[in-house]
């Protein structure tokens, strides 16, 4: 029931783009992104709450396609400070509450 | 912006003891919160949700008699785990939905520092 994301582990050099998948075999409520320092808690970077829905921040923006169950994280023009583990989060509503469930993270390094 | 709060940060700890670890929300009140267990380059797994006033609800494979969760007020719940065992160790986390209008979804969560568990 995790939801599962492309790809696992990415290099990058400073400046590139990349992009990262979440998708779920379940209905989506939301989904949220979060990244993840190491020995550290996770940082919040948006939601996304109706399916065709787009947000950005910065030069991280994400889409949300509710019918396929996906959605998608987009770096652009990646710094440093970008690397990290990502994480998608979706909502699903569970024992009549909803409850965030982690996908299975993508580990970001980028290179000078 | 909302701050939850976790104590302690690290904490090692004998065999068989039990360990309390604490999760506050500090500016706003959180009717529910959530713990999470993270093992070295997985993900975060949700082990239960925490409500105030109310029995914790824990997720399947989650032993509930071993991983006690109280949420006793608005600002404070708490994960003891009793009988540590070194595959206890882990990084605990927790989170809290902020003060956001629900809407029928799920609002932003904002996490604690996590607690670094290590059993010997």
């Not at chain 1, 994400?62 to 990290?84: D, I, M, R, V, W």
């Amino acid at each position: 029931q995790q939801p599962v994301q492309s790809p696992q582990a990415v290099i990058l050099r400073e400046g590139e783009d990349a992009v990262i998948n979440c998708s779920s075999s379940k209905a989506l409520y939301s989904v949220h992104w979060y990244r993840q320092k190491h020995g550290e808690a996770p940082v919040f970077l948006m939601i996304l709450l109706k399916g065709g829905e787009q947000k950005g921040h910065e030069k991280i923006s994400a889409s949300f396609n509710e019918k396929k169950q996906q959605s998608s994280l987009y770096l652009t023009a990646s710094q440093l400070s970008y690397s990290g583990t990502y994480f998608c989060g979706t909502a699903r509503l569970m024992d009549s509450s909803y409850k965030l469930i982690f996908g299975s993270g993508t580990r970001l390094l980028v290179r000078p | 912006g909302a701050v939850v709060s976790q104590h302690p940060s690290w904490v090692i700890c004998k065999s068989g003891t039990s360990v309390k670890i604490e999760c506050r929300s500090l500016d706003f009140q959180a009717t529910t919160m959530f713990w999470y267990r993270q093992f070295p380059k997985q993900s975060l797994m949700l082990m239960a949700t925490s409500n105030e006033g109310s029995k914790a609800t824990y997720e399947q494979g989650v032993e509930k008699d071993k991983f006690l969760i109280n949420h006793a007020s608005l600002t404070l719940s708490t994960l003891t785990v009793t009988s540590a065992h070194p595959e206890d160790s882990s990084f605990y986390i927790c989170s809290a939905e902020g003060p956001l209008p629900r809407q029928g979804n799920t609002g932003e969560l904002f996490f604690g520092e996590g607690s670094r568990l290590t059993v010997l």
